[in-house]
């Protein structure tokens, strides 16, 4: 099983980053209004970077790291980087 930690560009022009097994189908529950209570005011969203982890602890530290250590700026040159 794959695990990805992706980041969506939230309408207000923030970022929101998490980890899922599915990030498609993670969208849509953000956009549903069934995901994070941060995406819930902030709808739409759209999935603008993902990277992928073959284990559940990869993923939750490289989570752990982007929402911590970076910027919104670094976040943005980021997924502007893998485009």
């Not at 969208?27 to 209570?37: P, Q, Y």
């Not at 993923?59 to 790291?65: D, G, N, P, Q, V």
């Amino acid at each position: 099983m794959n695990y990805y930690v992706y980041i969506l560009e939230c309408a207000d022009g923030t970022f929101y980053t998490g980890y899922t097994t599915d990030p498609e189908h993670r969208l849509k529950m953000h956009n549903a209004g069934k995901g994070a209570k941060y995406t819930r005011s902030r709808c739409p969203c759209r999935l603008v970077y993902t990277e992928v982890f073959d284990n559940k602890s990869a993923a939750l530290s490289r989570e752990w790291h982007l929402k911590h250590e970076l910027s919104h700026d670094q976040k943005e040159k980021l997924v502007n980087e893998n485009k």
